[in-house]
């Protein structure tokens, strides 16, 4: 597993000082903090939500957009024999000029969007803000970017797919499941810093490592902890509690523990709905693939789920 959140370590030192300050600011790029931006409902929490996090961490600061090739046009039939031939190579010309017309607007509109994101970052913030515009999935995007990469933040759009059902959104749930950086995902249109911190800790690995990981990083440093397992109160519960709360508070964390009665997907969104300030951490996928087939995800569930920022950590 990678050091979620410590930097990423620097070159060997170089013989020049113009090789040390190349080294320096890709060692400073290697360690970004990358907002990724849609315009949609949680872009302002998105924007917000990397800065707190950047400066929280050291790190610098990138904001990035991705812009899908569109759905193409629908193609023109062999029509020449009804219409004519000259009518038919109009209408090809037409939609060609239709097509980069739409490329064009894409352009600009991300363009635009970026701008005003950039407007909305501190001037504080701002010393070596970079702005991205890139083509393609939103996945193979980050994934490219992965390397320089410290944190993704994203957000999440839930739409409904029945009645009282939300489902999560696909690129969300194609970057938490393909990434290996840590993810913090928005759910709400506007981003408060978080007073504290929930585990959602189940005793497993990857639970385990999780905790290793905010152990490790300034993230959430000076925040008061919570670990909290979902489940029956059992003697091997409350050990496992213990045991990665010791972990935390010889890192320095103020943490309590809780069990709490009933499954995860109840139990934790319940109790966030109780703590609106603090930050939910989740391990990321901790069941194998084919289980997640046939059974789904509690990870995917706690992000569908949660109305909170979540952090989720591989």
Same mark, same amino acid.
């Given at each position: 597993?990678?050091?979620? #959140? ?10 020049? !000082? ?25 872009? @302002? ?21 991705? =812009? /899908?090739?569109?759905?193409? &046009? ?18 090809? +010309? ?47 995007? &980050?994934?490219?970017?992965? %390397?320089?990469?410290?944190? #993704?933040? =994203?957000?999440?759009? @839930? ?15 194609? $970057?938490?499941?393909? $990434? ?8 709400? %249109?506007? #981003?408060?810093? %978080? ?12 639970? @385990?490592?999780? $905790? ?11 925040? *008061?902890?919570?670990?909290?397992? !979902? ?6 519960? @409350? +050990? ?6 010791? &972990? ?12 709490? *009665?009933?499954?995860?997907? +109840?139990?934790?969104?319940? =109790?966030?709905? +109780?703590? %609106? /300030? ?37």
């Amino acid at each position: 597993m990678t050091d979620t #959140f410590a930097a990423h370590p620097s070159p060997a030192t170089p013989t020049t !000082a113009a090789a040390a300050a190349a080294a320096a600011a890709a060692a400073a790029a290697a360690n970004t903090v990358y907002a990724c931006i849609d315009g949609l409902a949680p872009t @302002h929490a998105v924007v917000d939500g990397a800065v707190w996090a950047a400066e929280r961490l050291g790190a610098p600061l990138a904001l990035l957009h991705t =812009l /899908q090739q569109p759905e193409p &046009l629908p193609p023109v039939g062999d029509y020449s024999g009804v219409i004519g031939m000259g009518a038919q190579d109009l209408l090809l +010309e037409r939609l060609n000029a239709l097509d980069e017309e739409r490329t064009q607007l894409a352009h600009e509109a991300a363009r635009r969007m970026l701008e005003a994101a950039r407007e909305r970052v501190p001037a504080a913030a701002a010393t070596g803000l970079r702005t991205l515009l890139h083509h393609g999935e939103l996945t193979d995007v &980050l994934l490219e970017q992965e %390397p320089q990469a410290r944190l #993704f933040v =994203l957000g999440s759009n @839930h739409r409904p797919s029945a009645a009282r059902k939300l489902r999560l959104d696909y690129r969300v749930e194609g $970057v938490v499941r393909n $990434v290996r950086q840590p993810v913090m995902v928005m759910a709400r %249109p506007e #981003f408060t810093p %978080p007073t504290g911190f929930v585990v959602a800790y189940d005793g497993s690995a990857t639970a @385990h490592r999780a $905790v290793q990981a905010v152990a490790r990083s300034p993230l959430l440093r000076g925040m *008061p902890g919570l670990l909290a397992m !979902a489940g029956e109160p059992t003697q091997q519960a @409350h +050990e496992c509690l213990q045991e990665a709360s010791a &972990l935390l508070q010889a890192a320095g964390f103020s943490v309590d523990v809780r069990v709490i *009665p009933g499954a995860p997907e +109840e139990a934790i969104p319940g =109790l966030m709905d +109780e703590r %609106p /300030q603090d930050l939910l951490v989740l391990g990321a996928y901790g069941h194998s693939r084919i289980r997640q087939l046939i059974v789904g995800s509690t990870t995917t569930a706690l992000l569908r789920l949660s109305n909170v920022p979540v952090l989720v950590l591989r």
